[in-house]
Nanobody
């Protein structure tokens, strides 16, 4: 079994910064594409940014130039550096990953429980 756990959320003023982390643990053989999603109250969950195992990234238009996704494959950890935060960035942020496990080469998709980010003065 594989677990994803996010950390780093919190309350920040507009224009501020936060850094989210997502740690993958368990019977991991290989981690492929990882991504950050968010869901604001009353809205659908949306992709914020994604990064594949080779480091290629893509971003939602709304966060380009403000957010940076990265990963440390040795630590099974993904990050999201969020700068110039706006009130509309307020949401629960979820970590997502495609993983193969030890003894099971099927590619499975996992979600973390989410971390709240609130941007408010």
């Amino acid at each position: 079994q594989v677990q994803l756990v996010e950390s780093g959320g919190g309350l920040v003023q507009p224009g501020g910064s936060l850094r989210l982390s997502c740690l993958a643990s368990g019977s991991i053989f290989s981690i492929y594409t990882m991504g950050w999603y968010r869901q604001a109250p009353g809205k659908q969950r949306e992709l914020v940014a994604a990064i594949n195992s080779g480091g290629i990234t893509n971003y939602a238009h709304s966060v380009k130039g403000r957010f940076t996704i990265s990963r440390d494959n040795a630590k099974n950890t993904m990050y999201l550096q969020m700068n110039s935060l706006k009130p509309e960035d307020t949401a629960v942020y979820y970590c997502n990953a495609y993983v193969t496990s030890d003894g099971d080469q099927r590619l499975r998709n996992y979600w973390g429980p989410g971390t709240q980010v609130t941007v408010s003065s």
